[in-house]
């Protein structure tokens, strides 16, 4: 018997690099469950929780931070993501 659409679904397609394609089939092979149902799940649990988010005023201190950030944004002073993610121990 041929499967039947289900009108409430949608394909989403996303795009990740190798390496990082790699990590989500390991967890899932570690979680005994498919690459779809987990990410699935973790994106449901992250929309479930976003209303629950909390934010603080920054205090004067934040502000300074912020600011010395943005200057050496600037003055060029700054890592990629890339060369965080290489510094990383989980590697």
């Known amino acids: 018997m041929p499967k039947t659409k289900d009108k409430n679904?949608?394909?989403l397609n996303l795009k990740v690099s190798k390496d990082f394609k790699y990590l989500l089939?390991?967890?899932?092979?570690?979680?005994k469950t498919t690459m779809q149902d987990m990410i699935l799940?973790?994106?449901?649990d992250y929309c479930q929780?976003?209303?629950?988010?909390?934010?603080e005023e920054l205090d004067?201190?934040?502000?300074?931070?912020?600011k010395?950030?943005?200057?050496?944004?600037?003055?060029?002073?700054?890592k990629t993501f890339e060369q965080?993610?290489?510094e990383l121990p989980c590697q």
Not at 49 to 55: A, G, Q, V
Not at 60 to 66: A, F, G, H, M, S
Not at 68 to 78: N, Q, T, V
């Open 68 to 78: 010395a950030g943005e200057k050496a944004y600037k003055e060029g002073k700054y």
């Open 41 to 44: 799940r973790v994106l449901k």
């Open 9 to 11: 679904e949608v394909y």
């Open 60 to 66: 004067e201190e934040d502000l300074k931070d912020l």
């Open 84 to 86: 965080v993610k290489e």
């Open 49 to 55: 929780k976003k209303d629950y988010l909390e934010f």
């Open 25 to 31: 089939k390991e967890q899932s092979a570690r979680e």
